[in-house]
């Protein structure tokens, strides 16, 4: 479809006087070479009550313009420093507006696309802002998929089996591990994610293997009520040889997922591709510390999501917990 500029005051003259002279707006729709709908919106808009006038239309249509550009939100100091400062921490334009509408209780601030038309201005690219923004990533190829233990997973149940309630993600204490792999295979980080919140746990560990793997596994989710740690789903890397002893410790039931089937931990992997902007692949694990990779899981969690209805994982997460000690309380007396 052909985008036309806006109404011009020669066709608002042609408009009235057609007006003036009893034309249907479709009729006059076809004379300019413009939708019903457009000719519609104008004399809805710019008429003085009730008539169409093409110079009081003007000076509305006028005004109305250089209006919008004063209400502009990002010449507001305020909200410009909040968009420039949430950009830097990572969020993205949708979750920025999104936020700024929940604060403001559900009245719209700025719109994701206002940002990102300023991101990609030349002001935007003076301060070059597009580097905050998170890069599309590339397929991923059967090739370039991790290699299956080859000794194979002891009494592993399939993701087929698990029960139907996990999909929907609207029962709490689902989870989703994986193993984040440094320079040259040797260390790693096991992470976790609970489906329903998003909310997103990681550990170092010094050697990807099954012992390493299922003890980081139990001390990240050890700490949280037996109700909140009802399933795992895991794939078939060789750090979950072990599955077996999460099952004794923590009473949890182990999925596993098909070979090269990743989006079916989809959420686990978004995540671990969110750490990898702050960990590249082939990054040397050795120089990083357990209290460094803390505070990128906890800014990672204080984000807000379109899907959590903009609030943020942790804030949802911790409402689950609250809930489920409050409702062990009462069980309890």
């Given at each position: ?240 040889y072990n599955h077996n002893k999460l099952q004794e410790w923590l009473g949890i039931k ?11 931990r989809g959420a686990n992997e978004y995540h671990n591709g969110v750490l990898r902007r ?56």
């Open positions: 479809m052909i985008k036309k500029p806006k109404i011009s005051p020669s066709e608002r003259d042609e408009i009235a006087s057609l007006i003036a002279g009893g034309t249907s707006l479709r009729k006059i729709a076809f004379v300019l070479g413009r939708s019903v709908s457009s000719i519609s919106q104008e004399v809805r808009r710019n008429s003085v009550q009730g008539e169409y006038h093409s110079l009081a239309a003007q000076q509305l249509s006028s005004r109305r313009n250089i209006q919008s550009r004063k209400s502009n939100p990002l010449k507001n100091s305020k909200i410009f420093s909040y968009v420039i400062d949430k950009l830097r921490c990572g969020w993205s334009p949708e979750q920025i507006s999104g936020r700024l509408k929940r604060n403001n209780k559900g009245k719209s601030v700025i719109c994701f696309e206002t940002i990102y038309r300023y991101i990609y201005s030349e002001a935007g690219k003076e301060k070059n802002l597009s580097q905050y923004l998170v890069k599309h990533h590339y397929k991923r190829r059967k090739w370039h998929s991790r290699y299956l233990y080859q000794r194979g997973i002891a009494n592993k149940v399939n993701i087929k089996l698990r029960p139907k309630e996990v999909e929907k993600r609207k029962i709490f204490g689902h989870w989703e591990g994986d193993t984040v792999e440094g320079k040259a295979h040797q260390m790693g980080i096991q992470t976790m994610l609970e489906r329903k919140t998003r909310y997103y746990l990681a550990k170092m560990i010094t050697v990807i293997d099954s012992e390493y793997g299922v003890r980081a596994q139990r001390d990240l989710l050890q700490g949280f009520p037996c109700k909140a740690r009802k399933t795992l789903t895991l794939d078939n890397g060789k750090e979950n182990t999925y596993f997922c098909d070979p090269y089937c990743a989006w079916q702050y960990i590249p692949k082939k990054a040397d694990l050795t120089n990083l510390s357990q209290e460094d990779l803390n505070s990128i899981v906890l800014e990672i969690n204080q984000r807000p999501r379109k899907c959590l209805f903009y609030q943020t994982p942790q804030e949802v997460f911790t409402k689950e917990i609250r809930t489920l000690k409050i409702q062990e309380c009462s069980d309890s007396t």
